[in-house]
């Protein structure tokens, strides 16, 4: 019997699977590690969506199979959603669809619009799923870079001159996950332009829409007159209202994609239990006071983190966004590579972060921090990295 299935010789080991396992190890040994490798919010939902969900639940007709596409009111919340925040009108039954996150949602997409061999152009280094759930469905990868400067024009360029058969797809997401970067709306314009001129449909992920700092709101290529003729953008309730266990996403925009999605969520899913998507529109229809509270809190602890950080010896540059920071290694370092150096901060400084080689390899040389531990525990975090560091030489300034 053949035991190489084609999908699994596909997908390599998962490299951040390997410090996840270490991670577990030492916890199981009693060992305190401080998590900044997952992106896993550490505040609850509002009060009102965990009632909301309650007061459903106990409802003797809440318990059957829901909608795949999600249920109308659902619909309709995410579309005012993008009215409120981006000024963008959207037509509830055929342009929004409900997933399961964003992550299922991206995954059905390609198996939806992917046939094998098409050539889907995706940011390295990138989040897995923007990559792998095209592999999956049977797509070959051109990488593009993540840093939207010129390069990243002249690379589509090229990618769409020398490559056979020619890239019907792109994906890109801002703010980056893992790399934080941001673009806007002239970035978008010129993206739309640009995909229209090439026939290339566009996948926008904005996971993290609403984790900005500084006051620099971030786009959606939705504002863009014509996106929807070329675009479909993923967002998530996971960051935004601290659901990620919820798995609420959803995907808005072009109605071909939306259509193709909603088809294969039909044969795969029943949707999300009704009391859980009834909670999300309690979350999207009421009080927004946790996007700012989110928003400060995070901020907040970048703020910690880079002060307390460089304190240490290892200077990061401030991310504009998202959850994350996209960490260079020291400089003295750098040869250790990123997965030894994640492998060593967890197991010298009970320190855990997400090696930049995870994803893609472009990311090495990096790593990705988390910031879902409190200011307390993300001191506490530099204490330990600048006992490991000058363990081994590496100058670090007074603490």
């Not at 855990?352 to 990705?368: D, K, L, Q, T």
């Amino acid at each position: 019997m053949n035991d190489q299935f084609y999908r699994m010789k596909r997908m390599p080991p998962y490299v951040i699977a390997e410090v996840n396992a270490m991670r577990h190890a030492a916890r199981l040994a009693g060992q305190d590690i401080i998590d900044l490798g997952m992106g896993n919010p550490d505040q609850p939902p509002p009060q009102h969506v965990i009632d909301k969900l309650c007061e459903v639940a106990a409802k003797p007709d809440a318990h059957g199979y829901s909608q795949s596409k999600g249920i109308p009111g659902l619909r309709r919340a995410q579309a005012g959603y993008y009215a409120r925040r981006f000024g963008v009108e959207l037509d509830p039954e055929s342009e929004v669809v409900v997933t399961m996150g964003s992550k299922e949602g991206l995954s059905s997409l390609a198996t939806a619009i992917i046939a094998p061999g098409d050539v889907v152009l995706a940011p390295n280094p990138s989040y897995p799923i923007h990559t792998f759930g095209f592999i999956i469905a049977g797509a070959t990868i051109r990488s593009v870079p993540t840093t939207p400067d010129e390069e990243y024009w002249l690379s589509l360029e090229r990618a769409m001159n020398f490559t056979v058969p020619r890239p019907s797809v792109l994906v890109v997401s801002y703010p980056s996950n893992p790399t934080a970067e941001v673009v806007d709306l002239a970035f978008y314009e010129r993206l739309v332009a640009w995909a229209k001129e090439n026939q290339v449909w566009v996948v926008s992920d904005l996971a993290y829409s609403e984790l900005y700092f500084d006051d620099k709101p971030t786009p959606s290529i939705m504002q863009v007159e014509g996106a929807k003729d070329v675009a479909i953008e993923f967002t998530s309730m996971s960051k935004t209202y601290s659901m990620a266990g919820w798995r609420m996403g959803f995907a808005v925009g072009n109605r071909q994609l939306i259509a193709a999605l909603t088809r294969v969520k039909s044969y795969l899913d029943y949707g999300a239990f009704t009391p859980v998507q009834a909670a999300a529109c309690a979350a999207l229809n009421g009080p927004q006071d946790i996007i700012e509270s989110n928003r400060q809190l995070y901020h907040k602890r970048r703020d910690v983190m880079v002060e307390a950080f460089g304190r240490a010896g290892w200077d990061i540059p401030p991310p504009p966004a998202s959850m994350f920071a996209w960490a260079p290694l020291p400089p003295a370092l750098k040869s250790m590579g990123s997965l030894e150096f994640s492998k060593q901060l967890l197991t010298q400084a009970q320190v855990a972060v997400a090696p930049g080689v995870g994803y893609g390899e472009n990311g090495e040389g990096y790593v990705r921090i988390a910031m879902v531990e409190n200011e307390q525990r993300l001191r506490q975090a530099a204490r330990n990295i600048k006992r490991y560091l000058q363990s081994l030489g590496v100058n670090s300034s007074a603490a």
